[in-house]
């Protein structure tokens, strides 16, 4: 606009007056907001994105992290958060030697006696490694964790624990020394082999059948007359891992699909129902692996029979025992 020429106050063919401020109508910006742009805006954008990368990232590196969190309040007075902790860490499969000692105290807490959980919840739920089911006492996850820990100084805490007086505790105890696997715990699974509840002597079948030790068939065989039925099988399934033939009886009762439809096991308020159906494909998988350990010709019959009332994942699981026996 010239401020000297009359003509720059002709308005336009629209009746608007001409506007330094106003984009020319072939589209382009006038001079001073392309200066503007150039001179003030895009270097305040650019001082804005930095000075927020920088916030967040300051944000990301102080804040306390989950894993680091969990272990400060493993060693906190109060219940709620060694819970929470401990949840936490079995969620993340963590086996960080830092969790040891605090695991440990948390074992040794006196609680109020808890139920002894289920076959069928331990086998489900706490011995798969993904297994992450929520239990109200805590102990339970510090002996796992420390199973899972696979450190030295876990061993003798969680051998001490299944000595205790207390059955839930011999319970958790032994379970962690399932998922620790230390050949020197031979001797605390042989010492629970005669432990009165029967939850314990299925953790020792289930321990043995994970060692590599020679001494283990002598403990397995008398459990595979134990008074209850999920000792004897988990038995069973262990003295086949360590190639015992004394076995094969049970082994064959579990190819059977007719035995395991008439079974019942009782639940935690005694009410007796069938297997739940990741338990029998549990037992199943394992009695086809226990055949195929065996080598027991005696047993092909058995597995055809199961191959052809059975769902194609074990049907490929069924060959593959024959293939290893030998048709």
């Known amino acids: 606009m010239e401020y000297g020429n009359p003509k720059s106050q002709i308005p336009n063919p629209n009746g608007e007056m001409p506007d330094a401020g106003r984009r020319t109508q072939d589209g382009e910006a006038p001079p001073l907001l392309v200066m503007f742009s150039q001179f003030l805006l895009i270097p305040l954008l650019l001082v804005a994105v930095a000075c927020g990368l920088y ?129 020197e715990s031979f001797d605390a699974f042989a010492r629970a082999a005669s432990d009165e509840e029967p939850m314990v002597r299925l953790l020792v079948a289930h321990g043995l059948g994970r060692l590599d030790d020679p001494r283990a068939p002598d403990v397995l065989r008398p459990l595979l007359t134990d008074p209850h039925q999920e000792v004897t099988w988990n038995a069973a399934l262990a003295l086949a891992h360590h ?21 019942r096991v009782r639940d ?29 010709k005696e047993l092909l019959p058995d597995l055809r029979r199961l191959g052809t009332r059975s769902p194609p994942s074990i049907q490929v699981l069924v060959r593959g025992a024959e293939e290893a026996i030998g048709k």
């Not at 190639?243 to 079974?263: E, M, N, Q, W, Y």
């Not at 007796?272 to 065996?294: K, M, Y």
């Open 55 to 183: 916030a967040g990232l300051r944000w990301m590196l102080l804040r306390p992290q989950p894993v680091e969190r969990a272990f400060r309040d493993l060693s906190s007075s109060n219940p709620r958060a060694q819970w929470e902790a401990a949840w936490r860490l079995m969620e993340g499969g963590e086996k960080d030697e830092r969790m040891v000692d605090p695991l440990v105290a948390i074992l040794r807490q006196s609680a109020p006696a808890g139920p002894v959980p289920s076959w069928d919840r331990m086998l489900m739920d706490f011995l798969k490694p993904e297994g992450t089911a929520r239990w109200d006492d805590v102990r339970l996850y510090a002996a796992l964790l420390l199973g899972r820990s696979g450190s030295p100084r876990a061993r003798g805490p969680l051998e001490e624990a299944a000595l205790s007086s207390e059955p839930v505790l011999r319970v958790f105890a032994l379970a962690g020394l399932v998922e620790g696997g230390w050949s």
């Open 243 to 263: 190639g015992g033939s004394a076995a094969i009886p049970v082994v064959r009762r579990l190819l059977d699909p007719d035995f395991l439809d008439a079974v």
């Open 268 to 296: 935690a308020d005694g009410t007796e129902i069938p297997l739940s159906a990741p338990v029998r494909e549990s037992l199943v998988v394992g009695a086809v692996h226990a055949s195929a350990r065996l080598k027991a």
